[in-house]
């Protein structure tokens, strides 16, 4: 087995095992960071969102020898940026949260979402959080905190 | 640090931290040298255990089953009953019973040894359906009959005598299905040793009903048991007893093995083999005049609750409680029958037992109204409850009523009374509407009896503690309880701290179910409050407050007589589609709800709760869809098993009417459940009318209509 290099949070890591495991589990056991959540194992719910090269990809369903040489980004990558901090202040104004544990993954969704069109209608987030399934909120909130988002953090994205 | 008040508009107090990914939940949480774990699970509905070959263990595994409880334990989970138990010994009554637990180091080899593990049985015709256990014909379940609990309910004159005077007795069975909570978290938990002491973590609603539920295993008082509640990703119900399910085979392993051991399940664990909402079957005689009106109604409700009673009768009290809906007949009788099954066992799921009657009424006098030509909407109008009406429990309704200003409301906002001229029955576009309530907290004086809630304010300076087992499961209620108190001390909500209960550091205030917290704990917190301001001159300073029930609103828990609920949260849902008529498509075009809540103790909160539990109630009726016919349940995952997602449904209108509680912290009710109640019933109507079908079981996905309009 070879060393697969690639880049999560910034920071050049490795991993040295076997390239099958699914991306989330070298997030959350080989580097410890648990901002990244599981859902249902199946790429259905998004719980697991992360950021593959700056696309919205769900961590459990991609061995980790598919990310060989790219760029990870999670939640803790992203929530002290000028764009993270604007998301996670927006879905907490806006009410977007309530058991929390689809949350990391949808901000996710959001920043891919605003990173390709920083002023989405509510269709538009609607489709783009289409595939993180939250049980709490009905979505409603989320939608109105992401579109609050887009408006806070003006020449963000 | 400026006060809070009531009526702010504020930040939920656990928003950042979930958004930024730092809540530590149940699977994030680590301790040195942690074990894991899985449930050795019954493949089969019923037989006998001929043998149950364990595969060859490496060092430091262990498979711990029926055989290791000490003498002085007893094999059971000690719920409301305590027939569940911990582990099948000899026979097993449902697929997915725990047989036993396998504990080790690593998860890898844990599945490893999972699959090679034999266990041969001599198998037994199952009961599965409620129909199965009403035709009885492979051995009884439970008793003869397989009837688990049973009661009776009835208001007004005879109701044969009412029925054989009608001008005509309508008869329909309304079915409704399984529903599976998918709180996005699923179940865990962990067992160690602290000091000494056994401690539990668990993603769980009720700490203190684990303790309780599991000490009996190896003989213990429930004190000796320290429960600790992590960050809950969801419960909906999911999480109020099932977690004993967890924590009895996690004891009894920390018992032998004496290290932290974590068991967590993945999803397709979770959809299997984990409790569900109560399928049902509802039988309506409903005897009309030569007009229509309704002279009374004969009701029989069976609930499915399959193997062990869990909280099987109080659901099936609280369905039958609610089975007239928000409508007063002069004669009603309700027979209501909890079956057993070899299913898992069902048991809470937000509205406890009252979604299913709900929705049999609503649709049942749908149907009666069409017959007859009257819109459903001024049809039901004529029956509505009000103050002073006398209940099925022959009690009384002990506040005002506001259906009609709430009716009102979101007939105004959608329309209704044109649409539903304009739209013929069978147009491809129809709207529907429907009523609702929920009875807060617990049935009669349970409250009182049973709980004996509890709930402890301490003063240290600047800082107020509130010690109580509420816990915080994505509703609001840490943000809520510390809003409640923080507004009656007329201090900053910062400078309230509530954290999530250990039971050994804070008073039982009861379970955190029943839209409960905020009326009953919530209320607590407020009267704690009122005393504390009397010590803000104190450094130190400690008040402790217990339930007390109103005066003169009298319940008998033997004959199920007295007033039921001192206050109900009421609602009114309008729900418009579109369907293609070739494909069956159904495109929801607006969803209007009003409810009444008391007063609404945070706006931001219950503008998330409504909007959560019409979706979850949308989502019943038109694409959760659970089925079990066999003792397997079919849907297994989160594809086959599908919940709404943010494409599905539209964004909702919602409204509220003031109706101050005089026995609830600042007026307030509760609503978590209320708002499950009744948008199902809407959806249905709707979709008939769009469709020109008869409807008389959910759920209805897409797939499911065409069988319909045939």
Not at chain 1, 14 to 33: C, E, S, T, Y
Not at chain 1, 127 to 134: E, K, M, Q, T, V
Not at chain 2, 521 to 546: D, F, I, P, S, T
Not at chain 2, 667 to 679: I, R
């Amino acid at each position: 087995m070879s060393m697969i290099e690639f880049k999560l949070n910034g920071k050049p890591v490795a991993f040295d095992g076997n390239p099958l495991k699914r991306l989330l589990d070298v997030i959350r056991d080989d580097f410890g960071i648990t901002g990244t959540k599981e859902g249902c194992g199946e790429g259905e719910c998004g719980a697991c969102s992360v950021l593959k090269d700056g696309k919205l990809v769900t961590s459990c369903i991609i061995p980790v020898g598919a990310v060989g040489g790219c760029e990870i980004i999670t939640i803790e990558g992203l929530r002290d940026t000028p764009q993270g901090k604007c998301l996670v202040e927006s879905f907490a104004e806006g009410g977007a949260v309530q058991c929390g544990f689809c949350i990391p993954g949808m901000v996710m969704a959001a920043e891919a979402l605003l990173m390709n069109n920083p002023h989405p209608t509510e269709a538009d987030i609607r489709l783009a959080i289409s595939g993180n399934i939250c049980r709490c909120t009905g979505y409603d909130l989320i939608v109105e905190s992401i579109l609050l988002a887009s408006k806070k953090g003006e020449g963000l994205w | 640090m400026s006060v809070t008040h009531i009526d702010d508009k504020i930040k939920r107090v656990d928003a950042v931290e979930k958004a930024r990914g730092e809540a530590i939940y149940l699977a994030d949480l680590k301790f040195d040298s942690m074990l894991y774990s899985r449930l050795i699970r019954s493949t089969i509905a019923r037989g006998r255990i001929d043998r149950i070959k364990v595969p060859s263990l490496p060092d430091g595994y262990y498979f711990i089953s029926a055989k290791d409880i000490p003498e002085n334990g007893k094999n059971a989970l000690k719920m409301i009953a305590d027939d569940w138990r911990c582990f099948a010994d000899g026979d097993v009554k449902y697929v997915g019973e725990t047989i036993g637990i396998l504990v080790g180091s690593d998860r890898g080899v844990l599945d490893k040894l999972y699959k090679e593990f034999e266990i041969t049985y001599t198998e037994e015709t199952p009961v599965v359906t409620i129909d199965d256990a009403i035709k009885n014909e492979a051995a009884p379940l439970c008793k003869e009959n397989n009837i688990m609990c049973s009661l009776v309910s009835d208001k007004g004159e005879d109701i044969n005598e009412v029925l054989s005077k009608a001008a005509e007795v309508i008869e329909e069975t309304i079915e409704t299905g399984f529903q599976e909570h998918v709180h996005l978290e699923t179940n865990g938990a962990i067992a160690t040793i602290e000091d000494g002491r056994y401690v539990i973590y668990a993603s769980a609603q009720c700490p203190f009903y684990i303790r309780k539920s599991i000490c009996g295993l190896l003989g213990l008082n429930p004190e000796d048991i320290v429960v600790k509640q992590t960050v809950t990703g969801g419960a909906f119900g999911g999480k109020e007893h099932f977690p004993d399910v967890l924590a009895g085979p996690l004891l009894l392993a920390e018992s032998i093995i004496k290290k932290p051991i974590q068991l967590s399940f993945d999803r397709e664990e979770d959809m299997l083999y984990s409790v569900k909402r109560h399928p049902s079957k509802i039988m309506f005689r409903t005897g009309v005049d030569r007009d229509g009106n309704i002279l009374g109604s004969d009701i029989k409700v069976y609930y499915n609750c399959g193997a062990y009673l869990s909280s099987s009768y109080v659901v099936l009290q609280r369905g039958v409680f609610h089975a007239n809906g928000v409508y007063n007949f002069p004669s009603t009788r309700i027979e209501g029958y909890g079956m057993a099954t070899n299913t898992f066992p069902s048991c809470a799921f937000r509205g406890f037992g009252a979604p299913q009657t709900i929705f049999a009424i609503e649709t049942h006098l749908d149907h009666i109204a069409r017959k007859f030509g009257y819109d459903p909407a001024i049809y039901k109008k004529k029956y509505f409850l009000k103050k002073g009406d006398e209940t099925v429990t022959e009690g009384h309704i002990i506040e005002d009523v506001k259906l009609p200003e709430m009716m009102e409301q979101i007939t105004s906002a959608s329309d209704y009374y044109r649409k539903s001229a304009e739209y013929g029955y069978g147009s491809g576009r129809g709207i529907g509407i429907s009523f609702y309530n929920h009875g807060g907290a617990f049935t009669g004086n349970g409250e009182q009896a049973i709980i004996k809630g509890r709930l402890k304010l301490v003063k240290d300076g600047d800082k107020f503690t509130v010690l109580c087992g509420q816990t915080e499961m994505g509703q609001g209620f840490r943000t809520a309880l510390r809003k409640i108190v923080a507004s009656t001390l007329e201090v900053g909500m910062d400078e309230v701290v509530f954290d999530a209960p250990n039971t050994d550091l804070v008073p039982d205030s009861g379970p955190t179910a029943a839209s409960r917290s905020t009326m009953i704990v919530g209320n607590l917190g407020y009267r704690a409050a009122l005393l504390m301001k009397e010590k803000m001159n104190e450094e130190h300073a400690e008040v402790e407050v217990q339930y007390e029930h109103p005066e003169g609103h009298p319940w008998d828990q033997s004959t199920f007589k007295g007033d039921a609920y001192l206050g109900y949260g009421w609602g009114a849902a309008c729900v418009e589609v579109e369907v293609d008529k070739l494909t069956n498509e159904v495109t929801v075009k607006g969803v209007w709800t009003s409810h009444d809540i008391g007063k609404p103790i945070d706006e931001l909160i219950v503008h998330g709760q409504v909007n959560g539990g019409v979706m979850q109630s949308l989502g019943y009726a038109a694409m959760e869809k659970m089925e079990n016919t066999t003792g397997h349940f079919k849907q297994s995952s989160m594809s086959d098993y599908v919940i709404p997602t943010s494409m599905d449904f539209p964004k909702q209108e919602y409204f509220f009417v003031d109706n101050p509680y005089p026995w609830g912290p600042f007026g307030a009710k509760g609503m978590g459940e209320l708002v499950f109640n009744g948008t199902d019933a809407a959806y249905v109507d709707a979709v008939e009318r769009a469709l020109g079908i008869t409807c008389t079981k959910i759920p209805i996905p897409v797939e499911d209509i065409e069988g319909l309009r045939r």
